[in-house]
């Protein structure tokens, strides 16, 4: 990896987790929602910075979803049970978690190679997710349509109720 | 300045770890969906990192097939969540 690529690398790894780390603590939908897009913006960089171009446009797109979703204005709170105590224990696992993984990636012995892509290669992903991996596509498809009907049929059965 | 897998690898630890903690920190169940993204984004950071840096094997291009399937996935999952959670008065 070049010192261009490199650079653009960290940054996007400190937008991407800096922006993770704002979705935590900032309160209202609206901030939280900008902080997704901005770690969305995070992530689709990291992809770029890593020669998935494609993966990165998709990645943008998807997380401005996200981003609108989470800051729509009137979807209903659900209220967790489960008490302080308990959020601060999952915060610590999930520190604990972080502590594991990064222990694996730096101790893993790992083969560096030469890569010889670079180019967003829509043709070569078509004919993997069609060709090469089918069955993956046709269960992603089959997830986006069960949720947006679910979605769907959630909202209108509450719209129902009222 | 370089970046190698150990590298990418911290990334999406990091931001795996940053999703599971804003799922477990939040009150707010619905609020708790916005760690999902973090979380899909990490694993498809290692992925894309993975198909980045590998040695051998092919198609190259995996790593990104996974990464575009993880985004599509976690919008899915997301419209799901706030579907459930329903309408309600804003917060």
Same mark, same amino acid.
């Not at chain 1, 979803?65 to 696992?93: K, N």
């Not at chain 1, 190679?113 to 069609?130: D, K, N």
């Not at chain 1, 498809?141 to 949720?147: E, K």
């Given at each position: 990896m070049d010192s261009l690529h490199a650079i653009g690398f960290y940054v996007s790894a400190a937008i991407s987790v800096g922006g993770g780390l704002l979705v935590a603590f900032l309160p209202g939908r609206g901030a939280r929602g900008l902080a997704v897009a901005l770690s969305g913006?995070?992530?689709?960089?990291?992809?770029?910075?890593?020669?998935?171009?494609? %993966? &990165? =446009?998709? $990645?943008?797109?998807? @997380? #401005?979803?996200?981003?609108?979703?989470?800051?729509?204005?009137? !979807? *209903?709170?659900?209220?967790?049970?489960?008490?302080?105590?308990?959020?601060?224990?999952?915060?610590?696992?999930? %520190? &604990? =978690?972080? $502590?594991?993984?990064? @222990? #694996?990636?730096?101790?893993?012995?790992?083969?560096?190679?030469? !890569? *010889?892509?670079?180019?967003?290669?829509?043709?070569?992903?078509?004919?993997?997710?069609?060709?090469?991996?089918?069955?993956?596509?046709? $269960?992603?498809?089959?997830?986006?349509?069960?949720?947006?009907?679910?979605?769907?049929?959630?909202?209108r059965v509450r719209e129902r109720g009222r | 300045m370089s970046a190698g897998l150990v590298a990418v690898l911290f990334v999406a630890v990091a931001l795996v770890a940053v999703g599971a903690f804003v799922a477990t920190w939040k009150r707010d169940l619905s609020s708790a969906l916005a760690g999902l993204p973090l979380m899909f984004g990490g694993a498809g950071v290692a992925f894309a990192g993975a198909a980045r840096f590998s040695a051998a094997g092919d198609p190259k291009i995996f790593g990104q097939e996974v990464a575009a399937l993880l985004a599509v996935a976690t919008l899915a999952l997301v419209a799901l969540g706030v579907g459930i959670a329903g309408r309600g008065t804003s917060r």
């Open positions: 913006l995070g992530i689709a960089g990291l992809y770029a910075s890593l020669s998935a171009d494609f %993966a &990165g =446009l998709v $990645a943008l797109v998807c @997380y #401005a979803g996200c981003a609108l979703l989470i800051a729509a204005p009137r !979807y *209903r709170s659900v209220d967790s049970p489960v008490g302080f105590a308990w959020r601060q224990a999952g915060a610590v696992g999930a %520190a &604990g =978690l972080f $502590a594991v993984l990064a @222990y #694996a990636a730096f101790r893993g012995d790992f083969v560096e190679a030469t !890569y *010889r892509g670079g180019e967003i290669g829509t043709a070569a992903i078509g004919r993997v997710l069609f060709a090469h991996d089918a069955l993956t596509a046709a $269960a992603l498809g089959a997830l986006v349509f069960v949720a947006l009907i679910g979605a769907t049929a959630a909202w | -």
